[in-house]
């Protein structure tokens, strides 16, 4: 047989899909070395971002290589022509003469690009650009700056799952009959479901928030049962690609940091506050903390690996179904029952600063979100009639900034 271009084409394809959907099935996304984030002044430029050379996986299960080491002027991106515009749509809702306070996110996403051009025949009297074709594909990336978090719906999954995880009470006050092992194991699944709620179906009502108990006896079947939940029931819940579906979602990046920002509105525009000079102090504060990683297996197999694996998401868990209030450590609300309950949460102030809150409700009532100080996008209090769930970030003075919100039939705003 002789191969075509087609089929040269046909053959590159499998082979490179096999090959991301084997890395994102296998192991997940995020960062696998290097890509290190810093942040440093550069005098009359101000303050910028440098990232080092390193690798990463996207959730489509693409590789990103960043070969060499880059950096972002931080007042260069707040110049430009749609970042004013917001930070003047920010600022109006804002006190005036105040350091504007706000997240952005810094992403990685793989591109491609068209290299190495050759001479093509033609007719005469062509453009330059008719003149030469690219002959080649090479891999490449960019680094952005954004306003919104990415969507990181795995990474964010097994946080929550862990942190549900954590509150499994293992104990010899349990009952150790084994006949009660399918009720647990149930009463698991209820609470999952809750939590990770299939798309399109109609919200689970657990019949108790209480955490499971489970006696040592119990604990191995137990703990059998919830890792099989989480393989064939939630985990293709919340994976970006999976091999029955068709393409990525749009937003195929890695999210490296998040930058908390103070921006002041100067007559040169809009730009970094307090940079004095090297060792003077800027309102500008990087977070890693939620920043996707994989580790290697090499290190996966090690003592080390294992309890670096092992180590708590740090995200905490409430389920309300009365008036309640959120403690700083929480990161995610479930509401249920029946009657309309009021999230109380804490003020956005420094202490806050860049804390994400995600607050659903898991049954059709009306809610409300309070903050026990400051506004929730310029308002006193959120009103949750027709929301069935919210994402939030304090800016750390005074104002909680929704980033999403989805409404009853699963439509984001």
Not at 206 to 220: C, E, G, K, Q, R
Request: proline fraction near 6%; charged fraction near 25%.
């Amino acid at each position: 047989m002789v191969l075509g271009v087609d089929d040269f084409r046909t053959e590159f394809g499998y082979s490179s899909e096999r090959d991301k959907r084997m890395l994102r099935e296998a192991h997940g996304y995020g960062t696998l070395a290097g890509l290190e984030v810093i942040f440093e002044n550069d005098g009359e430029d101000g303050p910028r971002l440098r990232v080092t050379p390193g690798s990463a996986a996207a959730p489509s299960g693409q590789m990103i290589c960043v070969g060499r080491e880059q950096c972002g002027s931080l007042n260069q991106w707040l110049a430009r022509e749609e970042v004013t515009t917001r930070l003047d749509e920010m600022a109006a809702d804002a006190p005036a003469d105040t350091t504007l306070r706000f997240p952005v996110w810094l992403t990685l996403r793989y591109r491609d690009c068209a290299v190495a051009p050759v001479p093509v025949p033609g007719e005469p009297c062509r453009s330059d650009e008719e003149l030469m074709v690219p002959s080649r594909i090479a891999d490449d990336y960019t680094l952005s700056f954004q306003f919104a978090p990415p969507a990181m719906a795995e990474s964010e999954g097994i946080a929550l799952f862990d942190a549900w995880f954590a509150g499994i009470d293992v104990s010899t006050d349990a009952d150790d009959d084994m006949a009660q092992l399918p009720a647990r194991i149930e009463e698991a699944r209820e609470q999952l479901d809750a939590l990770f709620p299939a798309l399109a179906a109609e919200p689970v009502v657990p019949d108790t928030l209480d955490p499971i108990s489970i006696h040592p006896d119990l604990a191995p079947g137990f703990f059998a049962a919830i890792k099989r939940v989480w393989a064939t029931r939630l985990r293709p819940r919340v994976m970006a690609l999976s091999c029955a579906d068709t393409g990525a979602e749009g937003d195929d990046c890695v999210m490296l940091a998040r930058i908390d920002l103070g921006a002041i509105n100067a007559p040169a525009g809009w730009q970094v506050a307090n940079v004095e000079d090297s060792d003077g102090e800027v309102e500008a504060r990087v977070d890693e903390s939620n920043r996707p990683i994989l580790l290697s297996s090499a290190l996966a197999q090690t003592p080390a690996g294992e309890d670096l694996s092992a180590v708590d998401s740090g995200m905490g868990v409430a389920m309300l179904s009365a008036d309640g209030t959120v403690e700083i450590s929480q990161g995610f609300v479930l509401v249920l029952g029946e009657d309309p309950v009021t999230v109380g949460i804490p003020g956005a102030d420094a202490d806050t600063a860049g804390h994400l809150l995600t607050v659903r409700l898991a049954s059709a009532t009306n809610s409300r979100i309070e903050p026990a100080a400051g506004q929730i996008d310029g308002a006193d209090t959120l009103e949750m009639e027709e929301l069935s769930e919210v994402r939030l970030v304090s800016n750390g003075s005074g104002n909680w900034i929704v980033l999403r919100r989805m409404t009853r039939g699963g439509d984001n705003g």
